[in-house]
């Protein structure tokens, strides 16, 4: 297992390189300067191209690609200074450069937006598993029924519905229409250090949409799993052995039935980890998903191409610990 490990770091280390690099190539070949909405931004009028010129310049946007990522590289590892305009910014490593909208360091910027993107991702990942796992499994048992016909459809039907539809209608009926006492106003969050029911209540809006909607997915992901696992020979042979049913189902069952479903959340975990984007806008919890999309539309490539590579690490290694697990879940699963 160690070298399968060391060779998925190995493979992960070239992934974050090659999004990196893409991420930079985006941006030197755009249709448009990176510098142009920088330039128009601080002088407050449209940039002349005089202007525009030596915005690149100070900005390095005049260097070759290959000059400027191998000064990103190596402030990711030992840290350098930044020079923007007449004034030079030491940055410590890791340093994944200066915000070109705030010109702080993005690195601190990242790390403070953290504790909200993930309290967002843990609160609707532990809904999805919540709600979407015990209603797949008793859908299972009751394969056919009216009860299971009922659910899947509904569940189809939710579903369908798109997301950013399904949080605005959230927000109008728990906070508008029935004036839900326990949530807070959107836009407002609270650090768990500050008050765990101040914290609860910034995030229940985010959590109920995101909850609700994904555990539809795994509701019909973990039916689907159960209702295989139980047709197989060693169920029956279980029941046959006279073991009580519910000896059959969770230990048995839903053991082997887990392991398609923990490959989907360890991706949809890790999705969640590099930035709720929809979630975080449509609430206004400034994590790092909303703060990409803010950086997207601004130009702020220091910003774009940290969040890229912090989405790439967060999704590289959530698959890791996922195939890790699979040896623990199903015994049949060798990594070698």
């Keep these: 297992m160690f070298a399968y490990i060391v060779k998925r770091l190995i493979s992960g280390f070239l992934v974050v390189t090659l999004v990196s690099m893409g991420v930079f190539v985006l941006f030197w070949y755009g249709p448009s300067s990176p510098a142009k909405p920088i330039c128009d931004r601080e002088l407050g009028v449209r940039c002349s191209p005089e202007r525009l010129v030596a915005y690149e310049k100070s900005l390095g946007y005049d260097n070759p690609i290959y000059t400027e990522y ?3 590289v190596k402030g990711v590892a030992f840290g350098r200074e930044i020079a923007f305009r007449t004034d030079v910014y030491q940055c410590d490593a890791p340093c994944l450069g200066l915000s070109y909208n705030t010109k702080q360091p993005v690195t601190e910027e990242l790390v403070s937006r953290l504790p909200a ?28 029924s009216v009860a299971d016909k009922a659910l899947v459809s509904s569940f189809l039907f939710l579903s369908s519905i798109p997301y950013y539809l399904f949080a605005l209608l959230t927000w109008l009926y728990l906070t508008v ?27 229940f809006l985010a959590w109920v949409a995101l909850g609700i909607f994904g555990c539809t997915q795994y509701t019909r992901y973990t039916r689907g799993a159960m209702v295989e696992a ?43 980890l590099a930035g709720t984007i929809f979630t975080e806008r449509i ?18 490539l220091p910003v774009v191409a940290a969040t890229a590579l912090f989405s790439s690490v967060m999704l590289i290694c959530s698959n890791l610990i996922v195939d890790v697990v699979y040896s623990f879940l199903d015994p049949r699963v060798r990594l070698s």
Aim: cysteine-free; charged content about 15%.
């Design 70 to 72: 191998g000064k990103f």
């Design 117 to 144: 993107t993930i309290s967002v991702a843990v609160g609707g990942a532990f809904l999805y598993l919540l709600l979407g796992v015990p209603i797949g499994v008793a859908a299972a048992r009751r394969r056919g």
């Design 177 to 203: 229409l029935w004036e839900a006492p326990f949530v807070s106003d959107v836009g407002y969050f609270s650090p768990f250090s500050e008050g765990p029911l101040k914290w609860f209540g910034g995030l």
């Design 230 to 272: 139980l047709s197989e020979d060693y169920i029956r042979t279980a029941k046959a052995k006279g073991l009580p049913a519910r000896t059959v189902v969770y230990r048995h069952g839903l053991r082997a039935a887990l392991v398609p479903v923990v490959t989907i959340f360890g991706i949809d975990f890790g999705t969640l």
């Design 283 to 300: 609430f206004e919890i400034q994590g790092i998903g909303y703060w990409s999309l803010q950086a997207v539309g601004n130009k702020d």
